[in-house]
């Protein structure tokens, strides 16, 4: 930082930088328009980059008082995608969340950019019709509601892009010689998100070159690829029996899953903003894990909780989806997934095959599966007659209600019969009832 900056009577801005030309065109337009020192936060998040070090020093270039380049990956595995497992995220049971995880993680990491530096505001470079600009500022407000949070691609005049390239022109931003990216992409650890461009039209099969992570399940292996994952405490530590972090491991199992062919999604998708949008996704390891831990789950988790757990999962993806990860519900779901998390530890085998996954193999210490209780061999543990009682009890209530319809219906049927249509009752031994139409047509 120079002396001259650091003692400029500017208010300071920190804006979440990605080095494309929307947010370089952000850097100027804060600075010339508002009249603001930027300084940049770079977060790596596992996102594919051609050099981290080249976006600084464009940053840099455009006279910014700052650029922190930090490298989120870690604590994005074990803050983020560790809460995002426990929950089995899936956003309208399809979406693994990708976007909707790393937004309110780069939001912290603003805000404590803020902080260090005095700055009054905090800048993102989202449009006015997504969901991220929901995450970034809802999670900025939580964090600390007394900053300014600028939005400058919703707030300029550049509309379309050649009034953006004209500005950036005018105003020394460079302008990359190939401009015309078909597609809108976020992508990090967990996955990659491609919508825009012929994918508006949701009859459009997705064109095989959106995929960087998948190869084509028609070019996958004629043979079949099997993945042993171990978790400890819900949390995978484990691939094929080698102990590793989680960012390695889903590095690992992204490489592994996405040469299977597996891990494409093509949805419909209903944002926060109430627009339909078309999405497709590549998140080969975020699904295999999900399915793998899910498989654990059945294994380990008593009914009760295991179907509980299933309306709170709906909860937790859909606050997280709408940028509500520092709201007080999401925190207390997160103490709940937390607490059904602690017996989950235990091997799922998996199996990929030309795009599929499949759960093959699970076995765990704390499982309550019991062959005894579940065989249909003779050593049968499970008491059968005592299914008998347990049934009659707990139909008691609908054999009740049951009784009570057919008298009343038959009392009905007695004052108004008419002649053609009547149903017959026959109240049979035992209370049983049964129904004969006597249709005459
Ligand atoms: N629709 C997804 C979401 O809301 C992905 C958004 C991806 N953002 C992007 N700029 N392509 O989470």
Redesign the pocket.
Known sequence: MSTESMNSAKEKVVLAYSGGLDTSVCVKWLQDELGYDVICVLGNVGQEHDGLEKIEAKAKALGVVACEVVDMREEFANEYLTCAIAANAM?ENK?P????LSRPLISKHLVDAAHKYGATAVAHG?TGK???QVRFETSIMALDPTLKVIAPVREWDLGMRPDEIAYAKAHGVPVPVSLDKPY???DNLWGR????GVLEDPWNEPPEDIWTMTVSPLEAPDEPTYVELGFEAGVPVSLDGEKMGLVELVDKLNAIAGAAGFGRIDMI?N?YVGIK?R?C?EVPAGLAIIQAHKALEDLCLERDVLHYKLGLEQTWADQV?NGRWFSPLKLALDAFMGATQEALTGEIKLKLYKGSCVVVGRKSAAALYDQQLATYDNDDAFDQQAAKGFIDIQALSIKTWAMKQAQLEQAHAAAFVPQSSAAAFDVVEGGAVELSAAASL
């Open positions: 956003y979406y969340l990708l976007s909707a989202c997504g969901n991220d809108s992409i976020d998100a491609i919508e825009a998708e944002r949008s999405e996704y989806y």
